[in-house]
């Protein structure tokens, strides 16, 4: 007998915690195969500093660039969760830290958008990701 995937009956609003927690754990212990997992295989993910990267494999590579880097990612806080049908988005708030010079971490605040689509499987896979960090006001 077929086992049935556990994420069938899952609905969007129910799997957007754990997908964040467990994109960000895959992140942080520098995961990138793991992380990039969570993204449809035609998925695009904008970020502030570089043009889009398009495709699981080359949002893998940049995943993994940021991780080597020392980024690290802290809870995401979702704000607005919605979906319809086979479509989901969230947006909220995020912290992140990255080393200075010295090795000291420095935290930043950023924002993202991201849009999911809900798989064969039931699963949800991010299509559209988008992460932007916050400019700092100038003193």
């Not at 500093?49 to 940049?62: H, L, M, Q, T």
Request: charged letters at 25%; glycine letters at 10%; a negative charge.
């Amino acid at each position: 007998m077929a086992r049935s995937d556990p994420h069938q009956a899952e609905t969007f609003r129910q799997a957007i915690p754990r997908l964040n927690l467990e994109s960000i754990e895959a992140f942080n212990r520098g995961d990138a195969a793991t992380c990039a997992g969570f993204y449809a295989e035609e998925a695009t993910l904008f970020l502030a500093d570089r043009p889009p990267v398009k495709g699981r494999k080359a949002i893998e590579a940049c995943l993994k660039e940021l991780a080597e880097s020392g980024v690290k990612l802290m809870p995401i806080e979702g704000g607005e969760i919605v979906s319809s049908g086979d479509l989901g988005c969230c947006a909220g708030t995020y912290l992140f830290q990255t080393p200075s010079e010295s090795g000291a971490a420095v935290t930043g605040t950023g924002k993202f958008v991201t849009v999911f689509k809900q798989q064969r499987d039931g699963s949800w896979k991010a299509v559209v990701d988008s992460f932007f960090a916050n400019t700092e006001p100038e003193t």
